[in-house]
């Protein structure tokens, strides 16, 4: 967070934050509340930005921005810190950080979706997650419900929209079956088979990809955040700092165009099941692709992760809920104690039984 995403009461010049619960900013000290301002000329719209230009630094300045930032020794996390900040914790991995003086120059965010849980929600949810899992240390649970506050990250993310033609060359395979006798134990009988027949085909799909979501943060392990989805984009409010007061927002570490590499990975995916519905019969081969993309543009947005970094017995667990939805995802902590006795219940319950079975015979 840096000095835009300040904003002094105008009561009692404390700093507002954002409250998820009445999506208005509140002061802690005098409890004065204030809308947050409203879009501005755009009118709710958020820009889409043209890749090439991006790819060709022909992007005017006013979509760039520097920031100050500092970058975890441990997970590499890039979060920004306000000027006052000189020291303190790494929020994805609860390592111990001094601010840096330096800066990172981005894109800037052109959209965010709102957090819409407060922290004790996010922590609820977080608890009845880990209540869930089977073999759960119990002191870690423990350790989370009395534990420090949770952190409200916005995670950077790229969104892509680009329209795509693809000819393909393929086969249609139509299922038929025919009748054979063979002999089974000495009888002779009469069997289905399955066979296919395939017939060449070509052709030609479009698709308009709208908001391919990508992950530009290497700070969490992407199948946590992967699993947050799904995200209500429709959601999404222009970018205003306002959002930001009370808030982190990490510094995307995925380039524009590495992420757009994986966008283009999901749109080959979605191209290939729409070839394949296109060919249609039972069966498909597609034996050539020849896709063009066209319009590509971009947003960097930001969406809203409650994260959470415990250290038990010199491990560090960490678990992230969606800002929106409530969804937790996290690292699997286990209990060998607990482990240990399900094993040997178990083999006592196989020995009783084995035991009953053998005395009935």
């Not at 002999?183 to 085909?201: C, D, F, L, M």
């Not at 094993?343 to 015979?361: C, K, N």
Request: proline share 5%; charged share 25%.
């Amino acid at each position: 967070m840096n000095n835009d995403h300040r904003f002094p009461c105008e009561q009692c010049g404390a700093d507002y934050r954002f409250d998820p619960a009445r999506g208005e900013l509140h002061c802690d000290h005098c409890g004065h509340v204030k809308p947050v301002e409203d879009a501005g000329p755009w009118g709710g719209s958020i820009r889409e930005l043209d890749f090439r230009a991006a790819l060709d630094n022909l992007l005017p300045l006013q979509e760039m921005e520097d920031l100050r930032v500092t970058q975890c020794s441990n997970c590499g996390a890039e979060v920004e810190f306000d000027h006052d900040t000189h020291a303190s914790e790494c929020p994805f991995c609860a390592t111990p950080v001094v601010a840096d003086t330096g800066t990172h120059r981005q894109i800037k965010p052109r959209g965010l979706l709102p957090f819409a849980l407060d922290e004790a929600t996010a922590r609820q949810a977080m608890t009845d997650w880990l209540g869930g899992l089977w073999f759960a240390p119990g002191g870690l649970q423990d350790y989370a419900r009395k534990g420090r506050k949770m952190q409200g990250i916005y995670v950077p993310f790229w969104t892509f929209d680009a329209q795509s033609t693809t000819a393909y060359r393929g086969e249609r395979g139509t299922v038929y079956h025919e009748r054979r006798q063979v002999v089974r134990n000495g009888k002779t009988q009469t069997i289905s088979v399955a066979k296919v027949r395939w017939r060449s085909v070509a052709g030609r799909v479009s698709r308009f990809f709208d908001d391919v979501l990508v992950l530009a943060s290497r700070s969490l392990p992407k199948k946590y955040t992967d699993a947050l989805q799904p995200w209500d984009l429709t959601r999404m409010e222009p970018y205003r700092p306002e959002f930001l007061a009370g808030f982190r927002a990490e510094v995307y570490q995925v380039d524009l165009d590495e992420g757009y590499r994986e966008a283009r990975a999901v749109m080959d995916r979605q191209i290939e099941r729409d070839v394949k519905f296109d060919i249609g019969g039972d069966r498909q081969r597609i034996r050539a692709l020849d896709t063009q993309v066209s319009a590509v543009t971009f947003k960097h947005v930001l969406l809203p992760v409650w994260l959470a970094a415990y250290k038990y017995k010199g491990e560090t667990f960490r678990f992230v809920v969606n800002g929106t939805t409530g969804r937790v995802q996290g690292e699997r902590p286990w209990s060998a104690w607990k482990i240990t006795l399900a094993v040997i219940a178990g083999l006592i319950v196989a020995g009783a039984v084995g035991y009953v079975f053998a005395i009935s015979q």
